[in-house]
Protein backbone atom coordinates (compact mmCIF):
# COMPACT_ATOMS: atom_id res chain seq x y z
CA UNK A 1 0.00 0.00 0.00
CA UNK A 2 0.90 3.42 -0.42
CA UNK A 3 1.67 5.81 2.56
CA UNK A 4 1.49 9.65 2.02
CA UNK A 5 3.53 12.45 4.20
CA UNK A 6 1.73 13.75 7.06
CA UNK A 7 2.10 17.14 5.61
CA UNK A 8 0.26 15.56 2.55
CA UNK A 9 -2.18 13.86 5.01
CA UNK A 10 -3.61 17.64 6.52
CA UNK A 11 -5.19 19.16 3.73
CA UNK A 12 -8.05 17.68 2.25
CA UNK A 13 -10.37 17.57 -1.04
CA UNK A 14 -12.01 20.06 -1.59
CA UNK A 15 -15.94 20.47 -1.54
CA UNK A 16 -15.84 22.27 -4.50
CA UNK A 17 -14.34 19.47 -6.64
CA UNK A 18 -17.77 16.83 -5.91
CA UNK A 19 -19.78 19.02 -7.55
CA UNK A 20 -17.49 19.69 -10.13
CA UNK A 21 -16.25 16.42 -11.15
CA UNK A 22 -20.01 15.35 -11.19
CA UNK A 23 -21.01 18.48 -13.30
CA UNK A 24 -18.28 17.32 -15.61
CA UNK A 25 -19.58 13.92 -15.69
CA UNK A 26 -23.61 14.98 -16.13
CA UNK A 27 -22.04 17.16 -19.44
CA UNK A 28 -19.87 14.32 -20.83
CA UNK A 29 -22.87 12.36 -20.58
CA UNK A 30 -24.91 15.03 -22.82
CA UNK A 31 -26.81 16.71 -20.21
CA UNK A 32 -27.02 20.61 -21.10
CA UNK A 33 -25.26 21.87 -17.68
CA UNK A 34 -25.29 25.27 -16.62
CA UNK A 35 -22.04 26.25 -14.92
CA UNK A 36 -22.15 28.99 -12.41
CA UNK A 37 -19.84 27.67 -10.49
CA UNK A 38 -16.66 29.20 -11.86
CA UNK A 39 -14.27 31.88 -10.81
CA UNK A 40 -13.65 32.29 -14.08
CA UNK A 41 -13.81 35.66 -16.21
CA UNK A 42 -16.00 34.58 -19.28
CA UNK A 43 -14.13 37.81 -21.18
CA UNK A 44 -10.83 37.03 -23.73
CA UNK A 45 -7.94 38.20 -22.54
CA UNK A 46 -7.10 41.74 -23.71
CA UNK A 47 -5.43 41.78 -27.45
CA UNK A 48 -2.39 44.13 -25.71
CA UNK A 49 -1.23 40.91 -23.55
CA UNK A 50 -2.01 38.31 -26.96
CA UNK A 51 -0.01 40.64 -28.83
CA UNK A 52 2.60 40.97 -26.36
CA UNK A 53 2.88 37.02 -25.57
CA UNK A 54 3.16 36.54 -29.38
CA UNK A 55 5.85 39.09 -29.88
CA UNK A 56 7.76 37.59 -27.14
CA UNK A 57 7.62 34.39 -28.84
CA UNK A 58 8.44 35.82 -31.73
CA UNK A 59 11.34 37.49 -30.54
CA UNK A 60 12.76 34.20 -29.21
CA UNK A 61 12.04 35.19 -25.60
CA UNK A 62 11.35 31.21 -24.74
CA UNK A 63 14.19 30.59 -22.07
CA UNK A 64 14.58 30.72 -18.47
CA UNK A 65 14.33 34.31 -16.77
CA UNK A 66 15.32 35.46 -13.67
CA UNK A 67 13.94 32.88 -10.90
CA UNK A 68 11.71 36.01 -9.67
CA UNK A 69 10.64 36.86 -12.93
CA UNK A 70 11.60 39.24 -15.06
CA UNK A 71 13.17 42.84 -13.93
CA UNK A 72 10.82 44.50 -16.07
CA UNK A 73 7.59 42.66 -15.00
CA UNK A 74 8.86 43.39 -11.37
CA UNK A 75 9.46 47.14 -11.76
CA UNK A 76 6.94 47.76 -13.57
CA UNK A 77 4.49 45.72 -10.49
CA UNK A 78 6.53 48.12 -8.16
CA UNK A 79 6.45 51.10 -9.63
CA UNK A 80 2.41 50.71 -9.77
CA UNK A 81 2.26 50.63 -6.01
CA UNK A 82 4.59 52.86 -5.02
CA UNK A 83 2.67 55.38 -7.88
CA UNK A 84 -1.12 54.14 -6.43
CA UNK A 85 -0.35 53.90 -2.57
CA UNK A 86 3.34 55.10 -1.90
CA UNK A 87 4.42 51.98 -1.05
CA UNK A 88 8.47 51.50 -0.63
CA UNK A 89 8.76 48.22 -2.70
CA UNK A 90 11.22 47.91 -6.17
CA UNK A 91 11.59 45.25 -8.17
CA UNK A 92 14.08 43.83 -5.75
CA UNK A 93 10.96 43.30 -3.31
CA UNK A 94 8.65 42.13 -5.33
CA UNK A 95 8.63 38.39 -6.62
CA UNK A 96 6.16 36.94 -10.23
CA UNK A 97 4.89 33.83 -9.45
CA UNK A 98 3.05 31.32 -11.46
CA UNK A 99 -0.39 32.35 -10.35
CA UNK A 100 -1.45 34.48 -7.27
CA UNK A 101 -2.46 30.91 -5.95
CA UNK A 102 1.70 29.98 -6.06
CA UNK A 103 2.47 33.38 -4.73
CA UNK A 104 0.08 32.97 -1.52
CA UNK A 105 1.66 29.63 -1.13
CA UNK A 106 5.17 30.27 -1.28
CA UNK A 107 4.50 33.05 1.57
CA UNK A 108 2.64 30.95 4.07
CA UNK A 109 5.87 28.13 3.56
CA UNK A 110 8.15 31.15 3.70
CA UNK A 111 6.20 32.02 6.93
CA UNK A 112 4.42 29.73 9.00
CA UNK A 113 5.75 26.92 11.04
CA UNK A 114 4.05 24.07 13.22
CA UNK A 115 2.69 25.41 16.24
CA UNK A 116 1.45 28.91 14.66
CA UNK A 117 -1.72 29.95 14.54
CA UNK A 118 -2.51 32.56 11.10
CA UNK A 119 -6.01 34.43 11.05
CA UNK A 120 -8.13 34.00 8.64
CA UNK A 121 -11.57 35.70 8.81
CA UNK A 122 -14.25 33.44 7.45
CA UNK A 123 -15.92 32.32 5.15
CA UNK A 124 -12.58 32.20 3.05
CA UNK A 125 -11.45 30.74 -0.27
CA UNK A 126 -10.98 27.52 -0.01
CA UNK A 127 -7.29 27.50 -0.49
CA UNK A 128 -5.87 29.93 2.20
CA UNK A 129 -6.39 27.55 5.19
CA UNK A 130 -5.11 24.85 3.20
CA UNK A 131 -1.64 25.88 2.96
CA UNK A 132 -1.77 27.59 6.36
CA UNK A 133 -2.09 23.55 7.18
CA UNK A 134 0.13 22.77 4.75
CA UNK A 135 2.74 24.85 5.94
CA UNK A 136 2.02 22.99 9.27
CA UNK A 137 0.42 25.84 11.36
CA UNK A 138 -3.29 26.13 12.17
CA UNK A 139 -5.74 28.36 10.63
CA UNK A 140 -7.89 30.17 13.24
CA UNK A 141 -11.78 31.66 11.71
CA UNK A 142 -12.75 34.65 12.45
CA UNK A 143 -16.23 35.01 11.48
CA UNK A 144 -17.52 37.50 9.05
CA UNK A 145 -21.21 38.18 8.76
CA UNK A 146 -23.96 37.85 6.24
CA UNK A 147 -26.03 41.00 7.69
CA UNK A 148 -23.21 43.60 7.22
CA UNK A 149 -22.14 42.14 3.81
CA UNK A 150 -19.48 39.76 5.22
CA UNK A 151 -17.61 42.68 6.37
CA UNK A 152 -14.18 42.10 7.85
CA UNK A 153 -13.76 44.29 11.59
CA UNK A 154 -10.75 44.66 13.02
CA UNK A 155 -12.09 43.95 16.36
CA UNK A 156 -12.57 39.80 16.38
CA UNK A 157 -9.59 39.82 14.64
CA UNK A 158 -7.52 41.18 17.27
CA UNK A 159 -9.59 38.72 19.91
CA UNK A 160 -8.41 36.16 18.20
CA UNK A 161 -4.51 36.75 18.55
CA UNK A 162 -2.54 34.85 21.07
CA UNK A 163 1.03 34.31 21.48
CA UNK A 164 1.16 31.91 18.93
CA UNK A 165 0.14 34.33 15.97
CA UNK A 166 2.56 34.55 12.93
CA UNK A 167 0.08 35.74 10.58
CA UNK A 168 -3.30 37.15 9.38
CA UNK A 169 -4.71 36.67 5.95
CA UNK A 170 -6.65 39.30 4.61
CA UNK A 171 -8.98 38.94 1.31
CA UNK A 172 -10.78 41.83 0.37
CA UNK A 173 -12.51 41.71 -1.70
CA UNK A 174 -13.66 38.04 -0.68
CA UNK A 175 -13.73 35.26 -2.43
CA UNK A 176 -16.74 33.78 -2.17
CA UNK A 177 -18.52 36.54 0.15
CA UNK A 178 -17.67 39.76 -1.86
CA UNK A 179 -17.04 41.34 1.62
CA UNK A 180 -14.76 44.22 2.49
CA UNK A 181 -12.11 45.25 4.85
CA UNK A 182 -12.04 49.67 5.59
CA UNK A 183 -9.29 51.49 5.99
CA UNK A 184 -9.65 52.12 9.74
CA UNK A 185 -10.15 48.16 10.29
CA UNK A 186 -7.33 47.14 8.22
CA UNK A 187 -4.60 49.87 9.90
CA UNK A 188 -5.54 48.32 13.54
CA UNK A 189 -4.98 45.04 12.17
CA UNK A 190 -1.73 45.47 10.76
CA UNK A 191 -0.31 47.88 14.07
CA UNK A 192 -1.27 44.66 15.85
CA UNK A 193 0.62 42.22 13.74
CA UNK A 194 3.53 45.18 13.85
CA UNK A 195 3.32 45.48 17.57
CA UNK A 196 3.60 41.18 17.80
CA UNK A 197 6.35 40.87 15.08
CA UNK A 198 3.19 39.20 12.72
CA UNK A 199 2.36 39.71 8.96
CA UNK A 200 -0.53 40.61 7.33
CA UNK A 201 -1.11 38.39 3.99
CA UNK A 202 -2.90 40.47 1.89
CA UNK A 203 -4.80 38.96 -1.09
CA UNK A 204 -5.86 41.50 -3.45
CA UNK A 205 -7.08 39.24 -6.37
CA UNK A 206 -9.95 40.99 -6.64
CA UNK A 207 -9.01 44.48 -6.42
CA UNK A 208 -10.76 45.57 -9.50
CA UNK A 209 -13.75 44.18 -8.75
CA UNK A 210 -15.71 46.50 -6.37
CA UNK A 211 -19.35 48.55 -7.19
CA UNK A 212 -21.57 51.08 -6.35
CA UNK A 213 -18.68 53.40 -6.94
CA UNK A 214 -16.53 52.11 -3.86
CA UNK A 215 -12.90 52.25 -3.96
CA UNK A 216 -10.62 49.25 -3.16
CA UNK A 217 -8.35 49.49 0.28
CA UNK A 218 -5.18 47.86 -0.04
CA UNK A 219 -2.75 46.90 2.74
CA UNK A 220 0.04 48.11 0.38
CA UNK A 221 -1.19 51.43 1.74
CA UNK A 222 0.20 50.89 5.12
CA UNK A 223 3.10 49.45 3.50
CA UNK A 224 5.30 52.57 4.07
CA UNK A 225 4.60 53.20 7.92
CA UNK A 226 4.89 49.19 8.63
CA UNK A 227 7.37 48.05 6.41
CA UNK A 228 8.13 44.78 8.01
CA UNK A 229 4.47 44.03 8.60
CA UNK A 230 3.09 43.74 4.96
CA UNK A 231 3.04 40.95 2.06
CA UNK A 232 0.48 41.99 -0.36
CA UNK A 233 -0.15 38.79 -2.90
CA UNK A 234 -1.93 39.79 -6.69
CA UNK A 235 -3.07 38.84 -9.57
CA UNK A 236 -3.47 38.75 -13.41
CA UNK A 237 -6.14 36.38 -13.43
CA UNK A 238 -9.15 37.97 -12.89
CA UNK A 239 -8.37 41.45 -13.69
CA UNK A 240 -7.26 41.23 -17.22
CA UNK A 241 -9.30 37.68 -17.53
CA UNK A 242 -5.89 36.28 -17.66
CA UNK A 243 -6.42 33.26 -15.75
CA UNK A 244 -4.62 30.20 -18.20
CA UNK A 245 -1.55 32.58 -18.26
CA UNK A 246 -1.10 31.88 -14.49
CA UNK A 247 1.06 35.23 -13.80
CA UNK A 248 0.51 36.22 -10.33
CA UNK A 249 3.04 38.03 -8.04
CA UNK A 250 4.05 39.33 -4.00
CA UNK A 251 5.60 42.41 -3.11
CA UNK A 252 6.82 43.00 0.72
CA UNK A 253 9.31 42.81 2.82
CA UNK A 254 12.58 41.71 1.16
CA UNK A 255 13.74 39.25 3.14
CA UNK A 256 10.37 37.58 2.95
CA UNK A 257 10.09 38.04 -0.27
CA UNK A 258 13.59 36.56 -0.91
CA UNK A 259 12.41 33.14 1.43
CA UNK A 260 9.39 32.77 -0.55
CA UNK A 261 12.04 33.49 -4.03
CA UNK A 262 14.18 30.41 -2.43
CA UNK A 263 11.07 28.14 -2.33
CA UNK A 264 10.37 29.01 -6.13
CA UNK A 265 13.61 28.63 -7.12
CA UNK A 266 13.26 24.75 -6.06
CA UNK A 267 9.23 24.30 -7.06
CA UNK A 268 8.92 26.07 -10.40
CA UNK A 269 11.68 28.37 -11.35
CA UNK A 270 10.61 31.38 -13.14
CA UNK A 271 6.76 31.77 -14.23
CA UNK A 272 6.67 31.39 -18.36
CA UNK A 273 8.33 33.94 -19.78
CA UNK A 274 6.58 35.36 -23.17
CA UNK A 275 3.37 35.00 -20.14
CA UNK A 276 4.86 37.63 -18.25
CA UNK A 277 5.68 39.58 -21.49
CA UNK A 278 1.87 39.66 -21.94
CA UNK A 279 1.39 40.52 -18.67
CA UNK A 280 3.36 43.95 -18.77
CA UNK A 281 1.33 44.82 -21.94
CA UNK A 282 -1.36 44.19 -19.78
CA UNK A 283 -0.18 46.27 -17.15
CA UNK A 284 0.70 49.13 -19.32
CA UNK A 285 -2.76 49.09 -22.13
CA UNK A 286 -5.26 47.10 -20.63
CA UNK A 287 -6.84 49.49 -18.81
CA UNK A 288 -9.54 50.70 -20.70
CA UNK A 289 -10.36 46.63 -21.18
CA UNK A 290 -10.40 46.37 -17.62
CA UNK A 291 -12.98 49.11 -17.29
CA UNK A 292 -15.27 47.41 -19.62
CA UNK A 293 -15.33 43.95 -17.68
CA UNK A 294 -15.82 45.54 -14.68
CA UNK A 295 -18.96 47.66 -15.74
CA UNK A 296 -20.39 44.57 -16.98
CA UNK A 297 -19.87 42.87 -14.03
CA UNK A 298 -21.39 45.05 -12.15
CA UNK A 299 -24.94 45.61 -14.67
CA UNK A 300 -24.72 41.60 -14.19
CA UNK A 301 -24.85 42.13 -10.22
CA UNK A 302 -27.50 44.39 -10.63
CA UNK A 303 -29.59 41.72 -12.56
CA UNK A 304 -28.62 38.95 -10.42
CA UNK A 305 -29.31 39.69 -7.02
CA UNK A 306 -32.42 40.77 -7.06
CA UNK A 307 -33.84 37.91 -9.10
CA UNK A 308 -31.99 35.53 -6.48
CA UNK A 309 -34.16 36.82 -4.42
CA UNK A 310 -37.31 36.51 -5.46
CA UNK A 311 -36.33 32.60 -5.61
CA UNK A 312 -38.57 31.08 -3.27
CA UNK A 313 -35.73 30.38 0.36
CA UNK A 314 -32.67 31.92 -1.67
CA UNK A 315 -31.58 35.30 0.79
CA UNK A 316 -28.43 37.46 -0.82
CA UNK A 317 -27.56 40.94 -0.45
CA UNK A 318 -25.72 42.61 -3.52
CA UNK A 319 -22.18 41.85 -2.62
CA UNK A 320 -19.66 44.79 -2.38
CA UNK A 321 -17.00 43.34 -4.18
CA UNK A 322 -15.39 40.34 -6.56
CA UNK A 323 -17.91 38.40 -9.05
CA UNK A 324 -19.84 36.02 -6.66
CA UNK A 325 -23.34 36.22 -5.15
CA UNK A 326 -23.58 34.44 -1.71
CA UNK A 327 -26.86 32.93 -1.38
CA UNK A 328 -28.20 31.62 2.25
CA UNK A 329 -30.24 29.00 1.12
CA UNK A 330 -30.66 27.19 4.17
CA UNK A 331 -34.66 27.82 4.07
CA UNK A 332 -34.47 25.24 1.32
CA UNK A 333 -33.10 22.76 3.01
CA UNK A 334 -35.20 19.88 4.65
CA UNK A 335 -35.81 16.24 3.90
CA UNK A 336 -32.88 14.21 2.46
CA UNK A 337 -31.50 18.02 1.25
CA UNK A 338 -29.48 18.74 4.94
CA UNK A 339 -27.38 21.25 4.05
CA UNK A 340 -25.13 23.28 1.05
CA UNK A 341 -23.60 19.87 -0.07
CA UNK A 342 -26.36 17.96 -0.83
CA UNK A 343 -28.34 21.24 -1.81
CA UNK A 344 -25.91 21.40 -4.60
CA UNK A 345 -26.11 18.37 -5.85
CA UNK A 346 -29.71 18.10 -6.06
CA UNK A 347 -29.68 21.52 -7.97
CA UNK A 348 -27.29 19.70 -10.47
CA UNK A 349 -29.00 16.55 -10.58
CA UNK A 350 -32.55 17.75 -11.34
CA UNK A 351 -31.87 20.91 -12.71
CA UNK A 352 -28.68 21.02 -14.54
CA UNK A 353 -27.17 24.01 -12.38
CA UNK A 354 -23.59 24.02 -11.23
CA UNK A 355 -22.45 26.00 -8.20
CA UNK A 356 -20.72 25.66 -5.10
CA UNK A 357 -21.54 24.64 -1.49
CA UNK A 358 -21.20 26.91 1.20
CA UNK A 359 -19.58 24.46 3.62
CA UNK A 360 -16.21 24.71 0.91
CA UNK A 361 -15.68 27.75 2.19
CA UNK A 362 -16.79 27.43 5.64
CA UNK A 363 -20.88 28.54 6.20
CA UNK A 364 -23.02 25.56 5.27
CA UNK A 365 -25.85 27.78 4.95
CA UNK A 366 -25.02 28.91 1.84
CA UNK A 367 -23.86 28.18 -1.90
CA UNK A 368 -21.81 30.37 -3.85
CA UNK A 369 -23.42 31.57 -7.42
CA UNK A 370 -20.68 33.15 -9.93
CA UNK A 371 -21.64 35.65 -12.17
CA UNK A 372 -18.37 35.83 -14.28
CA UNK A 373 -20.51 34.20 -17.44
CA UNK A 374 -22.90 35.50 -19.49
CA UNK A 375 -26.21 37.35 -19.01
CA UNK A 376 -28.05 34.87 -20.90
CA UNK A 377 -26.02 32.04 -19.04
CA UNK A 378 -27.25 33.72 -15.98
CA UNK A 379 -30.83 34.10 -16.85
CA UNK A 380 -30.64 30.17 -18.29
CA UNK A 381 -29.61 29.23 -14.67
CA UNK A 382 -31.58 32.02 -12.89
CA UNK A 383 -35.01 30.28 -14.74
CA UNK A 384 -33.86 26.87 -13.36
CA UNK A 385 -33.15 27.57 -10.16
CA UNK A 386 -36.49 29.18 -9.91
CA UNK A 387 -38.01 26.21 -11.09
CA UNK A 388 -36.70 23.73 -8.44
CA UNK A 389 -37.10 26.12 -5.35
CA UNK A 390 -40.42 26.13 -6.62
CA UNK A 391 -41.12 22.11 -6.87
CA UNK A 392 -39.45 22.31 -3.37
CA UNK A 393 -41.76 25.15 -1.88
N1 LIG B 1 -7.02 34.39 -4.17
C1 LIG B 1 -8.33 34.21 -4.30
C2 LIG B 1 -9.23 34.74 -3.24
C3 LIG B 1 -8.86 33.52 -5.40
O1 LIG B 1 -10.20 33.35 -5.51
C4 LIG B 1 -7.98 33.00 -6.36
C5 LIG B 1 -8.50 32.21 -7.50
O2 LIG B 1 -9.61 31.76 -7.54
C6 LIG B 1 -6.60 33.24 -6.20
C7 LIG B 1 -6.16 33.92 -5.09
C8 LIG B 1 -5.57 32.75 -7.14
O3 LIG B 1 -5.77 32.95 -8.48
P1 LIG B 1 -4.63 32.67 -9.53
O4 LIG B 1 -3.75 31.58 -8.99
O5 LIG B 1 -5.33 32.27 -10.78
O6 LIG B 1 -3.87 33.95 -9.67
Known amino acids: MFTFSARSARIGESATLKVSRRAKELAAAGRDIIDLSA ?67 EVALALFDHGQEVIIPSPCWVSLPEQVRFAGATPVFVETHGEDGFRMHAEPVLRAMTERTRGVILNSPCNPTGGVIESADLRRIVEACAERGAVVVFDETYERFLYDGAAHVSAAAFAAEFPDTVVVVGSFS ?38 MSGALAALRGAEPDVCAMILEYEARRDLLIPALNEIPGFKCRPPAGA ?71
Not at 42 to 65: I, K, M, N, Q
Open 238 to 275: KTYAMTGWRIGYALGPRPIIAAAANIQSHATSNPTSFA
Open 39 to 105: GEPDFPSPAVAVEGAVEALRAGFTRYTENTGTPQLRGALAERYRRQYGAPWTAADTLVTVGGKAALF
Open 323 to 393: FYAFVDVSACFGGDVSGSLPFCEHLLETAGVAVVPGVAFGDDRYLRISFACSRETLARGLERLTAVAAARA
